[in-house]
């Protein structure tokens, strides 16, 4: 069974980093396809994804957020760990951690990057 | 970034009745070397972390009801609830992964008439 729990804060301060933690189980991010992906929601409004790092370690990022998300795998504790700088009152919004797959064929593996297993995801306010 | 673009943003349908969600990609999201749509379908109910319904523009994932059906090609697609029943109120929501970039549409609501 495969399961993602986020934690981190549930209040930061304007300007201040925010630091998320995506520990999972039930998977490995070793193993050839895989990914492990950040995606937000604010009150009311759509899903808006930020990033997404594979098993081989590559990283992407929203273009429109890149220069504020880190985003960094710890393997050997399962987990996912995203930095958000600088953050605003529009950050708001619940953040959600999300697992997708791949496949590897002839050793070369290749990752299908959409959602099939989510957390419950962490509400993060941003206000003074 | 491709943007995504859903259709309508609410329907209200009658309990047994079809409903049709439309989703746009400002480009194509078709990999003609294998013939396959980069496209995902998601259902979110109040409360809850989406779920994964659809990939590849048209395949159910395990345990979705077959009364979901998804299709489309290239930058035009649909989403299809045959007999919509009580607890298929939700928001729902497409998304591309064609690109680096990935995106999501801006959800449709689909509630009971």
């Known amino acids: 069974q495969i399961t993602l729990k986020e934690s981190g804060p549930t209040l930061v301060k304007p300007t201040q980093t925010l630091t998320l933690t995506c520990t999972f189980s039930g998977f490995s991010l070793t193993a050839g396809g895989a990914g492990v992906g950040w995606i937000r929601q604010s009150p009311g409004k759509a899903l808006e994804w930020l990033a997404l790092i594979f098993w081989d370690d590559d990283k992407r990022y929203s273009p429109s957020l890149k220069s504020r998300l880190t985003i960094t795998q710890d393997t050997s504790k399962k987990q996912v760990v995203l930095t958000m700088t600088n953050m605003d009152p529009v950050d708001t919004a619940t953040y959600y951690c999300?697992?997708?797959?791949?496949?590897?064929?002839?050793?070369?593996?290749?990752?299908?990057?959409?959602?099939?297993?989510w957390g419950q995801g962490t509400l993060v306010t941003v206000s003074s | 970034d491709i943007v995504m673009t859903q259709s309508p943003d609410s329907l209200a349908v009658s309990l047994g009745e079809r409903a049709t969600i439309n989703c746009k990609s400002s480009?194509?999201?078709?990999?003609?070397?294998?013939?396959?749509?980069?496209l995902a379908w998601y259902q979110q109910k109040p409360g809850q972390p989406p779920k994964l319904l659809i990939n590849?523009?048209?395949t159910r994932e395990s345990g979705v009801p077959d009364r979901f059906s998804a299709g489309g090609s290239g930058t035009d697609f649909t989403l299809t609830i045959s007999s919509l029943q009580p607890e298929d109120v939700a928001v729902y929501y497409c998304q591309q992964y064609y690109s680096r970039a990935l995106t999501f549409g801006g959800g449709t609501k689909v509630e009971i008439k």
């Open positions: 480009q194509s999201l078709l990999y003609t070397p294998n013939n396959r749509n980069y």
């Open positions: 590849w523009a048209s």
């Open positions: 999300a697992h997708s797959v791949g496949y590897c064929v002839r050793g070369n593996c290749y990752a299908d990057p959409y959602f099939q297993d």
